[in-house]
């Protein structure tokens, strides 16, 4: 059996991400966009007796990247294992030993075979988790807050959140017995993550049959999808949303009884639109979808970026009408702060 | 004992075993990834089930994938996790084995 040598490849060096560019791109990976390769932490590769690059991967933080081995090598499998193997490793020295990856379909089972569990395939690809806690503990420790014989949910960024989001939870709790509202958990908003949580909370405090929950990394939680095995953005917006909705189809709906699901209506921003329409086509039936109109204050619709705008004014008496009391004193009490932040 | 943290032990090539521990569970949770699950699935939980019971381990959530590692490999992999999850690696327990 052949012996491939594992080594370092520093990308920074010239030569070598030409190495390693000629070598994904004759494995079919043809994309490179700065803002795929510039996250990229670590990159290893294998080499044969002949010095020739036959398998690499990468790591940009819990995430697996750019993994792909010579296929023409009967020794393939194994050395597939080694490179995600010596990617997992490097996480757990990082402490990290929960991580992601976005595939091709070919690649999906080699990561099941190594412990990886697919969350969402569609006809792109697939997203995988490795490592522990998974989504299964997370479903867990959902199902532990109460149950419910039938749900509906929301899933909100709420950055931060408004009187928009008020009414669409207002809604879903009249018109069902139990609401979950899962806040989005990445952490690249103006509000982070536990002050979005808690102004959620706090907003929807007294409505007695909602349940605010963390969405953990499980939901729209990848901004930074990888675009590097799909030619154009729209086709990028096509497949993330494709694959958040069948994530949430396989894995939610059946774990927490989800018959119906909000959103709010879009005029301004295409990716929602988009959104909105591949969870449409994905979830029902027999979730059924229902988009609520939003709710304006004056002539324009209320939304979380124009409440982003007056806090960058700092408009205190724009604020009113747009955001729940809640809300308003949590910015009163923090503006100087959350200015610094923009 | 509970373990307090996530922590793993071994490699995905062939005759090893990858072995990660977690904390949380009613009683000792196993997920076996094996080519030779049909075969030797009971005894490879048995051997890990082993050696978390002589750490006096009760509760844990295990994730293992296994490459055909031997039953003193599988034993050694745990007992290098379960050193790591108690942050006892500098005191081995050579008695566990």
């Known amino acids: 059996m052949m012996t491939a040598t594992m080594r370092d490849l520093y990308l920074s060096d010239r030569m070598t991400m030409h190495q390693w560019r000629e070598f994904l791109e004759s494995q079919g990976i043809q994309e490179f966009p700065a803002n795929e390769v510039e996250p990229l932490e670590e990159t290893i590769g294998l080499f044969d007796e002949d010095d020739q690059l036959v398998a690499t991967g990468s790591l940009a933080g ?260 747009l955001v729940p009391s809640t809300t308003r004193f949590f910015i009163q009490d923090h503006l100087a702060q959350l200015q610094m932040r923009i | 004992m509970d373990i307090t943290h996530t922590a793993t032990a071994g490699t995905l090539e062939s005759s090893d075993i990858q072995v990660t521990l977690a904390p949380g569970g009613d009683g000792i949770d196993i997920n076996l990834t094996s080519d030779v699950i049909k075969q030797f699935g009971d005894q490879i939980k048995a051997s890990i089930t082993q050696v978390l019971n002589n750490y006096g381990i009760t509760s844990a959530k295990v994730k293992a994938v296994d490459k055909g590692a031997l039953d003193i490999v599988i034993k050694a992999r745990t007992v290098a996790a379960v050193q790591r999850a108690l942050d006892i690696v500098d005191q081995p327990k050579w008695e566990v084995l």
Request: aromatic share 10%; hydrophobic share 40%; charged share 25%.
């Open chain 1, 62 to 321: 819990p995430i697996l990247k750019y993994i792909a081995v010579r296929h023409d090598d009967a020794g393939h499998g194994a050395l597939f294992n080694r490179i995600v193997g010596e990617l997992v490793s490097r996480l757990a020295q990082r402490g990290i030993t929960h991580y992601f990856v976005f595939t091709k379909p070919r690649y999906i089972d080699s990561f099941e075979h190594v412990g990886f569990t697919c969350l969402a395939r569609v006809e792109r690809g697939g997203l995988l988790e490795g490592g522990m806690p998974g989504i299964d503990t997370y479903l867990e420790t959902v199902r532990a807050l109460g149950s419910w014989p039938a749900s509906a949910a929301i899933v909100m960024n709420a950055n931060p959140f408004t009187l928009g989001h008020r009414r669409l939870v207002e809604i879903a709790a009249q018109e069902n017995e139990h609401v979950y509202v899962f806040v989005v958990h990445e952490d690249r908003s103006l509000f982070t993550t536990d002050e979005r949580l808690q102004l959620v909370r706090a907003g929807v405090a007294d409505l007695k049959n909602v349940t605010v929950v963390d969405g953990s990394d499980y939901l729209i939680g990848f901004a930074a999808f990888p675009a590097y095995f799909l030619p154009s953005s729209k086709d990028v917006i096509d497949y993330q949303t494709k694959l958040d909705a069948t994530l949430f189809r396989d894995w939610f709906v059946p774990a927490l009884g989800i018959t119906r699901r909000y959103v709010g209506q879009e005029p301004y921003s295409p990716t929602t639109e988009a959104y909105n329409q591949a969870l449409k086509a994905v979830l029902e039936p027999p979730t059924q979808v229902t988009v609520v109109e939003r709710k304006r204050a004056g002539q324009e619709p209320i939304s979380a970026s124009r409440v982003r705008k007056l806090i960058a004014q700092g408009d205190m008496e724009g604020l009113e009408g």
